[in-house]
């Protein structure tokens, strides 16, 4: 194989590691929001309350994370095709991967809380989003550095 489509080949791959980790933080997170948004509701019903409808904002936070991770790995494959080094390419992938990833992560775990505590007493919307959303700027910062170190590669 040429060297060169090798090292594009690879390039590639690392971009998407960026993207594929990104995505699993997401469904991990959102997948803790809904199950804990679904235990909200099913109390709510059982003490004969109007089920909040908000609560799908919870479960929809992590989802950006996996939005984030397609920035970094668009940016990555024009960097693999432009013949940056496909080890530097991988590295930044997997660690850009792994923070926007964890970062979704433990946003659908505050995010579960959140629906908790909302669905019980219908209380504390605002702060649950500021919460959510500090998580969120984690993964906000991570790309962005991923972007400057990408255009470094």
Do not use: H
């Not at 590639?12 to 803790?32: D, E, K, Q």
Request: net charge neutral; hydrophobic share 60%.
């Amino acid at each position: 194989m040429d060297p060169t489509a090798m090292n594009t080949g690879l390039g590639i791959a690392g971009a998407v590691m960026a993207l594929a980790i990104s995505a699993a933080g997401s469904a991990l997170g959102t997948g803790a929001a809904g199950s804990a948004a679904v235990g909200a509701w099913k109390k709510c019903y059982a003490q004969g309350k109007q089920a909040p409808f908000l609560l799908l904002s919870f479960v929809g936070a992590p989802l950006t994370q996996t939005l984030y991770g397609m920035i970094v790995m668009f940016a990555m494959i024009a960097r693999a095709e432009a013949g940056a080094p496909w080890i530097a390419l991988c590295l930044v992938g997997i660690f850009a991967g792994l923070g926007i990833g964890l970062s979704a992560l433990m946003q659908g775990r505050t995010a579960a809380a959140a629906a908790d505590a909302q669905g019980e007493t219908g209380l504390g919307f605002t702060n649950y989003l500021a919460a959510i959303g500090i998580i969120e700027t984690v993964a906000i910062f991570t790309m962005v550095f991923a972007l400057i170190a990408v255009g470094k590669a």
